[in-house]
């Protein structure tokens, strides 16, 4: 993806996550990333990316 489709991206899940409310927002956003997972081949790269996001949380 490029700058401005990773904007575009971006903000259709905020849109969302605001259609979902702040209650359902970790359910939601937990399938999403399920359904992401799915579809990327390399368990390497998935793994990489969750402690990525953990580190960034931790931060």
Not at 26 to 33: E, I, Q, T, V, Y
Request: aromatic content about 4%; hydrophobic content about 45%.
């Amino acid at each position: 993806m490029n700058s401005t489709e990773l904007d575009t991206a971006y903000t259709a899940l905020a849109h969302a996550l605001t259609r979902v409310g702040q209650a359902q927002s970790p359910l939601f956003l937990s399938m999403l990333c399920l359904s992401l997972m799915s579809r990327n081949p390399d368990l390497g790269q998935v793994l990489a990316l969750i402690e990525q996001a953990e580190a960034q949380h931790s931060a």
